[in-house]
């Protein structure tokens, strides 16, 4: 059974929408059906109604953090093709648009007064929400989020856009089941998707690379490590749905390394490379590809104008255990440092969060090009996944980096 409903908000200041959208009736059979949302100039519902779990959409309330319009709508796990036709009938447009916790999907679209332009991505939604284990079974019923996961939209029953741009223009929306092949990222901090800005990770650009045959599943959560994340279930969760033909990239050792947490901390030669090997197996074994990827370096510069290694043996650990077992390997670590160095010390600091202050965690622009060179990484050691990387992806030189003075993302 479906139902129709005319109207989305018309959001002062931005845009007005009309919609007619097809929804199912329950989110149960949303993996059936496509939803289809017309956007127009006569919007018929006020800016203040808000996302309704009854109705299955709407619009999430705006705060400091989440100033765009946010639009959400009901859906069951899985992957999902959006496609947008974006435009303005009176002026020019450019919108950018992130999905669930800031994921990077597309970047300043531009067209000109009058005319449209259609762009398709896909997301992948999930829940916390394990299957039960059997009776007497080690296990639990769903991954053990950190407190500041909660209430994520990385983390909940819905599909969230945001549209950002000094002149974001949506004409049409719509939603339809992908089945298309899966990359998931298992990491931390450095990885996963920052839910406020302007720090970010790498991770939650690399979506905006990828074309419309592939999604992006971001499992990394700050604070984790090889053991925390099997402890979480978190590495549970991506095993409950990867299957053959997807790729499961991993980057661990900010915090592995840290001897002051000794219930994750593992040694880099022998139970850092172990964890590391558990992981390879259990991604081999559903006939998905692993693929490794050594740390991005912290900010730190000898008076040489060198960045000092802090992650000592790890990296070397993550290589030689790539050429053991025949792995896939992104030199992540390699890759910053030249990357850091070509900018030199004062310019570096504008590729990390808080105004440079944070030596590990990286801003827009630096999260951007961290995502720029595991691209790079991908078309030389991963020809089978490259295939599916956006006609425009590019490819950057560590050592001749985009210039962060010019950067601008919404």
């Known amino acids: 059974m479906k139902w129709t409903v005319a109207g989305l908000a018309a959001v002062s200041g931005w845009m007005a929408w009309t919609a007619v959208c097809t929804v199912p009736a329950s989110a149960d059979n949303a993996t059936q059906s496509t939803l289809h949302f017309d956007f127009g100039e006569q919007g018929n519902v006020a800016p203040t109604d808000l996302y309704d779990a009854d109705r299955g959409y709407g619009f999430e309330p705006t705060s400091p953090h989440s100033p765009a319009p946010r639009f959400s709508v009901r859906l069951p796990e899985g992957n999902f093709r959006v496609t947008l036709r974006l435009g303005d009938r009176h002026a020019p447009s450019e919108t950018t648009v992130k999905a669930e916790a800031r994921r990077l999907m597309l970047e300043r679209v531009s067209t000109a007064r009058g005319k449209l332009t259609t762009r398709s991505f896909v997301v992948n939604v999930r829940t916390p929400a394990l299957a039960?284990?059997?009776?007497?079974?080690?296990g639990g019923p769903a991954v053990?989020?950190?407190?500041?996961?909660?209430?994520?939209?990385?983390?909940?029953?819905?599909?969230?856009?945001?549209?950002?741009?000094?002149?974001?223009?949506?004409?049409?929306?719509?939603?339809?089941?992908?089945?298309?092949?899966?990359?998931?990222?298992?990491?931390?901090?450095?990885?996963?998707?920052?839910?406020?800005?302007?720090?970010?990770?790498?991770g939650q650009m690399l979506p905006r690379f990828f074309g419309p045959g592939i999604a992006v599943a971001n499992h990394a959560a700050s604070g984790e490590t090889l053991k925390s994340f099997l402890t979480a279930l978190r590495?549970?969760?991506?095993?409950?749905?990867?299957?053959?033909?997807?790729?499961?990239?991993?980057?661990?050792?900010?915090?592995?390394?840290?001897a002051q947490w000794p219930q994750t901390y593992v040694e880099a030669g022998t139970t850092y490379r172990a964890y590391l090997g558990a992981y390879i197996a259990e991604a081999r074994r559903r006939g998905a590809t692993p693929i490794l990827i050594t740390s991005a370096e912290r900010r730190n510069f000898d008076p040489a104008g060198h960045i000092i290694n802090s992650h000592g043996d790890y990296p070397d650990a993550v290589r030689a255990l790539a050429a053991e077992q025949s792995v896939p390997l992104i030199d992540l670590h390699?890759?910053?440092?030249?990357?850091?160095?070509?900018?030199?010390?004062?310019?570096?600091?504008?590729?990390?969060?808080?105004?440079?202050?944070?030596?590990?965690?990286?801003?827009?622009?630096?999260?951007?090009?961290?995502?720029?060179?595991?691209?790079?990484?991908i078309r030389h050691t991963e020809p089978r996944l490259a295939e599916y990387l956006a006609a425009d992806a590019g490819e950057l030189d560590p050592a001749h980096p985009d210039p962060p003075e010019t950067f601008r993302l919404p």
């Not at 039960?132 to 080690?138: D, L, S």
């Not at 939209?153 to 004409?171: C, I, N």
Request: net charge negative.
């Open 144 to 202: 053990r989020l950190n407190p500041h996961e909660i209430g994520n939209p990385t983390w909940d029953d819905k599909l969230t856009l945001e549209f950002l741009g000094p002149a974001a223009k949506v004409r049409s929306l719509i939603i339809e089941p992908a089945d298309v092949p899966t990359v998931y990222l298992a990491g931390d901090s450095t990885v996963t998707d920052q839910p406020v800005g302007p720090g970010a990770s790498w």
């Open 235 to 258: 590495l549970d969760k991506i095993l409950s749905s990867l299957r053959a033909g997807d790729w499961l990239m991993i980057q661990f050792g900010h915090n592995d390394e840290k």
């Open 132 to 138: 039960p284990p059997p009776a007497n079974a080690p």
């Open 334 to 377: 390699s890759m910053s440092r030249t990357l850091y160095e070509a900018l030199g010390p004062d310019r570096a600091a504008l590729a990390f969060n808080d105004q440079g202050r944070d030596l590990t965690h990286h801003d827009n622009y630096g999260a951007y090009e961290l995502a720029r060179l595991v691209v790079a990484a």
